[in-house]
């Protein structure tokens, strides 16, 4: 069984930086896609960034193109979601996910392509 386990949020002005870890456990994660994702309250789950296993390509859709890196580090089991240029609407609860299967073929951006999940790290970014 694989456990994932969010760090790094915070309150945070806009404009500014923060970084999330993910740590993973129990599984194979030199060999999982991981994903991030973030639930603002009254609003579904939206994708934020994805990573092949072995970090060699990545995915953003538009809205933090440019400000959000992922990254990971197989020796340690851990993704990272370097976040700058943050803005309010940037505030929710940050989720890592997982699947160990190829990144060719998958869908990235979509939730039920994920079979584990952490349990979120609050992200607050004030005006």
């Known amino acids: 069984q694989v456990q994932l386990v969010e760090s790094g949020g915070g309150l945070v002005q806009a404009g500014g930086s923060l970084r999330l870890s993910c740590a993973a456990s129990?599984?194979?994660?030199?060999?999982?896609?991981m994903g991030w994702f973030r639930q603002a309250p009254g609003k579904e789950r939206e994708f934020v960034a994805a990573?092949?296993?072995?970090?060699?390509?990545?995915y953003y859709p538009e809205s933090v193109k440019g400000r959000f890196t992922i990254s990971r580090d197989n020796a340690k089991n851990t993704v990272f979601l370097q976040m700058s240029s943050l803005k309010p609407e940037d505030t929710a609860v940050y989720y890592c996910?997982?699947?160990?299967?190829?990144?060719?073929?998958?869908?990235?951006?979509?939730?039920?392509?994920?079979?584990?999940w952490g349990q979120g790290t609050q992200v607050t970014v004030s005006s």
């Open positions: 990573i092949s296993a072995s970090g060699g390509n990545t």
């Open positions: 129990g599984g194979t994660f030199s060999n999982s896609v």
């Open positions: 996910a997982a699947r160990s299967r190829p990144w060719i073929g998958m869908r990235p951006a979509i939730t039920n392509e994920y079979r584990y």
